[in-house]
């Protein structure tokens, strides 16, 4: 069962319909027929509004087991590749899960590998809270602990999407051409230019293309001096290569 | 019928399964159960690779009836408010349709208005192409002619996300507390700053804080001489005003 | 005297010769004749270099009387202006009086208004600590205490160039072309949109041309793990508008 | 004796005093006394203007053997490093000389070298039109033909800046603690981010803490429809990089 957030009093709180929220503010069991827009009240009388977890939720309430990809970049390799519901996308490596996550909550269904056995149940934890562990309806999210590059052999090589965000990349998208069906895209995060460099020239090795950007997103003050760019700067993240077969 | 893409020698051509190709490279009837990865030939024996249609192909192919969102803008505007399968959107106008089409195709429910009732049939057209005409499995486009300003009284006001690239957008948002469900996103792509600030402060009176993001994105040019930015700069395309209920 | 910096045990003073620094690390008359490239002794053995002040320590050194303009912004109008020694500068206002330093040790003869009379004298001291009083050989920098736009009609009317950051630039500039020698430069810096939009239409409708500029500049990280752009951005300072007679 | 601009019709052209210029609007001999305001008539009776040179109009009036380094550049590189009148700056490799045109019209005495002799002899005709070319009060440059390290064993080491755009640098950065006075700063103009760590690696390798900065610029439209950034990117000039003695 998906979980809902309890919005109230400036705080947000997660969790599964039948659970209990404990706080300062009072107890308050959440019912199990709990839905978007009900208001709940705790025994001290403090109201909390429940609210469908959405994907910027999934950032700020994933447990973290490093630090996991911005929603713009999310949104960027989202955009760049035009993944659609249906899609199969093979993904590693998994972390914290937030990009397996907003693919499978778009309707993909994701393979994933995390080689920590202790990530990778963190990561099905967050899969289950997002509502898209193996085998609901629609996107699904199946979280598999190992390397990807010793999977190769055993997986069924008909990926509309190959996305990766390991320092493995190099090595995996020299195998981009088996595992994509025609047509269908690689992504790959890359924080540094050498690393990104290596991906480029070993999917140009393997006849594949690549355009590689880099996103500099600003915030906009408004306020009642004016309008300008924010002069808190928003510092790099990662590359984002993209190549098709 | 989903159209489908013909790769060959450096062409595409977009074309529905049942239809005839006619090149200075031949002629190609298309199969009815042409799907990705079926090579055709035509009458001269040429080759082409059946493709489906992804969602960058959609900005390429889509008849435009002015300048469609950036693949990079519609992904910011996914990532930023995690729109997913099963979500219902308003969305306004439609123009060419791509930001409504890759919503649709990412599983949305899409109501989408245009004014002017000849790009709303272009649109439409988009739409089949897409595969996400209204009535489908999965996620859909209902083009609907008209404004939305109109429109109002008549929707069931359930909405999860709120889109807008129209002049219109402040006299829209004004409207947004009542048509979104707690916890959803209003979007808003804004090319200019006076047009951005009057959102944002229309936004503002109905309760509502406005993030706005500006973003520049450039590719990165990898050669043997080296690698570096590209030298041939992007320009900006619009900014991008989000807000929750 | 040209005051000099002291630089040991990873510390910097700034003392004019003659003077005397005391700290934790002994006490070390300057000598009169201090001069770059010697190195002094504190009464407790510490060494300490004499250093020359150049550009970036006027920055770090001049005391403060607001947030002065970024080394990145001074270059950028030296550049944009092409400014040389032997020019005539009209600037206003002045606050800390970076930028006239920085015009004036470039060889300018710099006239600088600035409105508070305490901030004005701070400015003094500090043309002083970079050598640029009013009457040294090469440039120099006449700080005066007063609003430009009260003076006016005192000046003599033949600037090579008029620097203006001040929340007065849209009214200073309606003057520009009675101010500038034929072929001189405006230079505005401006935070927000609205005033620059502002300067930008005065500018215009006194028969000038303006190019206006907004600059994002990042560091770039390089260490063992690779090189990537800063992930600490760099935020907004001002736009820089520029036209010439 | 300095060149200076013709202006009138939309036109300017570049004529030192004495000389005539001949165009479809008539003839016009310059008189050895012009300057700056005058207004000069063609034998046609059209009307130029007499305008000084300034640092933009050499960037478009240099003969040039190759792309110039952009006004901003030059600008950033004398806001970090402060450059002023009196400074001695050795500059590699000349090109078309306007950074060291541009240092030398700020009072700095430069010597740069060039190792192309045809390039060398433009420059310095460059250096002439600018009015820096040898032994003039102020600033000047003199351009020397040849290979900066063959010539490191005979340079007075006493420079103030080292400035350098030229695949040598990592080369010549080696030598760099002997050729500053204490607090002195190199700078190094470099496109590509492989030649710039090379750079930044081997002035750690003598002791010197490199920052490196890269700059991106854009113009601002300002028109009736509103104010935005320029939908006609600015792209990747070079990556600045300094460093202190």
Chains 1, 2, 3, 4 share one sequence.
Do not use: C, W
């Not at 055993?154 to 965000?165: A, I, M, S, W, Y």
């Not at 047509?183 to 140009?204: H, K, Q």
Request: aromatic fraction near 6%; charge should be negative.
């Amino acid at each position: 069962m998906t979980a809902v957030l309890l919005v109230g009093e400036g705080r947000e709180y997660l969790r599964e319909p039948g659970e209990t929220l404990e706080t300062d503010l009072g107890v308050l069991d959440v019912p199990t027929d709990a839905s978007a827009g009900d208001v709940l009240e705790t025994h001290l009388g403090t109201e909390f509004e429940v609210r469908e977890l959405r994907g910027p939720d999934l950032f700020n309430h994933f447990e973290r087991t490093g630090a996991p990809m911005l929603p713009r970049d999310i949104g960027l390799l989202m955009g760049h590749t035009g993944v659609a519901a249906g899609d199969r996308v093979l993904d590693a490596g998994t972390g914290t899960g937030v990009l397996a996550a907003a693919l499978g909550r778009a309707g993909a269904s994701v393979v994933t590998y995390e080689q920590d056995s202790e990530f990778a149940a963190v990561a099905r934890e967050n899969m289950t809270l997002a509502g898209v562990e193996e085998e609901t309806t629609g996107g699904s999210v199946d979280v598999r602990t190992g390397d990807v590059l010793d999977e190769l052999g055993e997986l069924d090589r008909r990926f509309d999407l190959l996305t990766l965000d390991t320092a493995d990349a190099p090595a995996v998208v020299e195998h981009a051409p088996d595992l994509l069906v025609p047509g269908g895209f690689v992504a790959v995060y890359s924080p540094f230019v050498e690393s990104m460099r290596e991906t480029v020239e070993t999917l140009d090795s393997v006849g594949m293309d690549a355009d590689t950007y880099e996103t500099i997103q600003r915030e906009m003050d408004v306020d009642e001096r004016g309008t300008r760019p924010s002069t808190a700067g928003v510092g790099h993240t990662g590359y984002l290569i993209f190549a098709r077969k």
